[in-house]
C-alpha cells in the first residue's frame, strides 16, 4: 500500500440489494437497443448488461435480461434481432424505447432488413444476430447471441449508463 492511499474497505451486501445496485451502477457500460419486426410491428428492449467480444468463433455477444420483462418473450421467436449500440445523441431515445409508451418509435429514425432486424439510426454499432444459447442467472436470463452481420459508425461516440443515469465519453484527445 502507498502512503497515501486509503485502506479498502468492504461492505457486506448480503442483505442489503440496494447497497449492492449502488455498487453494480457504478460500472459503466454500453446501452444496446435490441429489436426486430414480429408479426409487422417493431419491439424492442434496452439493455445495459449488453457485453460484446464474448467469442470470436463462433461470434457471439450476450445480454441479461430481467424475467420479468414483456419485450423478450416477444423478441425471443424473432428469426434475426437487431442490436444498436446506442450513440451520445440518443439520451432521449434511449429512455423513450424502455418506456411503456404505445409507440417506442415515434419520431426515431429506423430501418429494418429483410429478415426482421430492426435498427436505430445514429449508432456507431449495428448487429443482426439470432439467439445462440439462453440460461436462467438468478433474477435475469443470461442470452448469448450470435452475431451474422455488423455496420459501424467509428467517429459515433457511444452512450454510456454509469451510476443510473446516461452519461457520454469526453471527447477524444
Not at 410491428?41 to 450476450?62: K, N, T
Not at 416477444?74 to 440518443?90: C, N, Q, T, W
Request: charged fraction near 15%; avoid cysteine.
Amino acid at each position: 500500500m502507498t502512503e497515501n492511499a486509503k485502506p479498502l474497505v468492504l461492505q457486506d451486501i448480503a442483505d442489503d440489494p440496494a447497497a449492492l445496485r449502488s455498487t453494480f451502477a457504478l460500472f459503466p457500460s454500453g446501452v444496446a437497443a435490441l429489436s426486430a419486426v414480429v408479426e409487422g410491428e417493431p419491439v424492442v428492449l434496452v439493455a445495459s448488461s449488453f457485453q460484446v467480444g464474448i467469442s470470436l468463433d463462433p461470434p457471439l455477444v450476450l445480454f441479461a435480461v430481467q424475467h420479468t420483462s414483456t419485450s423478450w418473450p416477444k423478441l425471443r421467436g424473432a428469426p434475426r434481432i437487431g442490436v444498436s449500440v446506442l450513440g451520445e445523441a440518443h439520451d432521449l431515445a434511449a429512455r423513450q424505447l424502455a418506456s411503456k409508451a404505445a409507440d417506442r418509435f415515434a419520431g426515431i429514425e429506423t430501418t429494418t432488413t429483410g429478415t426482421g432486424a430492426h435498427f436505430v439510426h445514429g449508432a456507431p454499432v449495428w448487429l443482426e444476430t439470432s439467439i445462440h444459447s439462453e440460461f436462467p442467472a438468478g433474477d435475469h436470463d443470461v442470452v448469448l447471441l450470435r452475431v451474422h452481420a455488423s455496420g459501424l459508425a467509428p467517429d459515433t461516440e457511444p452512450l454510456v449508463w454509469h451510476s443510473s443515469g446516461f452519461r457520454t465519453l469526453s471527447p477524444r484527445v
